[in-house]
């Protein structure tokens, strides 16, 4: 099996938690809570597929992705209430699950010889469209939306890492590493330091 295929099986399982992490907040039925698992699994990974043209699907070339998701979807529904705060559980496992997604979706876009742009954007349409919809769907506010919160920009910064190790040193796992080391330290930095960038507020006209 290679890396790649590694990466994406990894993203799909970490995601998978955290659509049902959040479906368990929103007290849906089972069904629900497999829906919303595959939706956050495989969301971000299918756009980049679409977009790079990649024939198939990962999900549809291999339809196991699907079936881990349901099974972590299960567990989680006999488990979440477990869990002494289900919603940090769900920061510090999306946090993970974007690490592995940029990797997964800046690795992808390697292989099939993109430009050092479209690499990068890969990255961040992998590591963050699956959450967004996620949230979208449960009338949550979208992590990936939250005000100064590194997420996109930590995402965003181990897409530019990935690319930077594959221009100067080349080897898959150092590339792999560099994209989602950075990518976790930046989003763990956001959630146990309170690394933030600044927003924009208004300022009242002159008089």
Not at 86 to 110: E, F, H, I, M, S
Request: charged share 10%.
């Amino acid at each position: 099996m290679s890396l790649l295929v590694l990466l994406d099986y990894a993203a799909v399982l970490v995601f998978a938690l955290t659509g049902a992490l959040v479906a368990s907040r929103a007290q849906l039925d089972i069904v629900g809570f497999a829906f919303l698992a595959c939706l956050t699994a495989v969301g971000g990974g299918t756009i980049r597929d679409v977009l790079l043209d990649r024939d198939p699907v990962f999900w549809i070339g291999a339809p196991a992705y699907i079936a881990l998701a349901v099974v972590a979807a299960i567990v989680v529904f006999f488990g979440a209430h477990l869990l002494e705060s289900r919603y940090r559980a769900l920061l510090w496992l999306d946090a993970c699950a974007l690490a592995v997604a940029v990797a997964a979706g800046t690795g992808v876009a390697l292989s099939m010889e993109q430009s050092p742009l479209v690499v990068v954007l890969m990255g961040m349409i992998t590591g963050c469209l699956g959450g967004l919809m996620r949230d979208v769907v449960c009338n949550e506010v979208p992590l990936v939306l939250k005000a100064g919160e590194l997420y996109v920009t930590a995402a965003f910064a181990g897409s530019i890492a990935a690319v930077i190790a594959h221009m100067t040193i080349g080897t898959e796992w150092v590339v792999v590493a560099s994209g989602a080391g950075l990518t976790l330290a930046l989003r763990a930095g956001s959630l146990a330091f309170g690394w933030r960038l600044p927003v924009y507020r208004s300022r009242p006209p002159r008089v």
